[in-house]
């Protein structure tokens, strides 16, 4: 059973620092991964999509690697600013006929930028 | 284009009771799901449906039924509401076509649930 887990559960830095959020799953046999971004109270918005044979994905200041070898996914936000905080999920698809898309879930990081 | 709505925001339920939360996407998506979510947890699929007239279970779909009878909606019907059935409920979709779909889902700004 494929499980998700983000390091660290909470991440307060000051505004401008650049930062790695962690994303590990025990199962290494993936369709692709997906990180998402949930503000307070909404749904969640999708930041960047890895497919499995790829190595990373870049949206403006974020940038997502993947090793799929070791089960590994990393998010890099680049000069973080207040607007960032939020809580960041990463889920994984895992490959499979009958997947259908499912997604497995981390319990999320919870991230403050302050001024 | 809306994307996903869910009704309603909020609801509080007596145990025992029964509701309906309703989801609905106006992007043509033929993949549709139910996601809970715990607080400090991340979400829990529910059920999904791959089309009209075909869906199936998740994760924890204990306590739940679905309908899809339409492309665009997806109710979710909580039968004898439990204390445990406390959370915040997604609906989400997503457009699968082609040999290699990425199944990349949009989701809904869900119903928050209380049951007491």
């Known amino acids: 059973k494929q499980e998700v887990t983000q390091i660290p559960a909470a991440l307060s830095v000051p505004e401008g620092e650049n930062l790695v959020l962690n994303c590990s799953f025990t199962?290494?046999?993936?369709?692709?991964l997906q990180w998402f971004r949930q503000d307070p109270g909404k749904g969640l918005t999708s930041l960047l999509l890895?497919?499995?044979?790829?190595r990373e994905q870049t949206s403006g200041r974020l940038n997502a690697s993947l090793d799929k070898s070791s089960g590994r996914s990393t998010l890099y936000i680049a000069a973080s600013q207040p607007g960032d905080s939020a809580t960041y999920l990463c889920?994984?698809?895992?490959?499979?006929?009958?997947?259908?898309?499912?997604?497995?879930f981390g319990q999320g990081t919870i991230l403050t930028v302050h001024p | 284009n809306a994307g996903v709505t869910q009704t309603p925001k909020f609801r509080i339920l007596k145990i025992g009771q029964s509701m309906t939360l309703q989801c609905a996407q106006d992007m043509n998506h033929n993949y549709m799901y139910w996601y809970r979510q715990d607080p400090g947890m991340g979400l829990k699929l529910i059920y999904y449906s791959v089309g009209a007239g075909i869906t199936d279970k998740g994760e924890v779909p204990n306590g739940y039924n679905v309908s899809r009878s339409t492309t665009e909606d997806f109710p979710l019907r909580l039968e004898l509401a439990a204390p445990s059935q406390t959370s915040v409920y997604f609906c989400?979709?997503?457009?699968?076509?082609?040999?290699?779909?990425?199944?990349?889902?949009?989701f809904g700004p869900g119903t928050r649930l209380t049951v007491t």
């Open positions: 889920a994984v698809r895992n490959a499979g006929g009958t997947s259908y898309g499912k997604l497995t």
């Open positions: 890895i497919q499995s044979s790829q």
């Open positions: 199962d290494s046999a993936i369709y692709n």
């Open positions: 989400a979709s997503s457009y699968v076509q082609g040999a290699v779909p990425t199944y990349e889902q949009y």
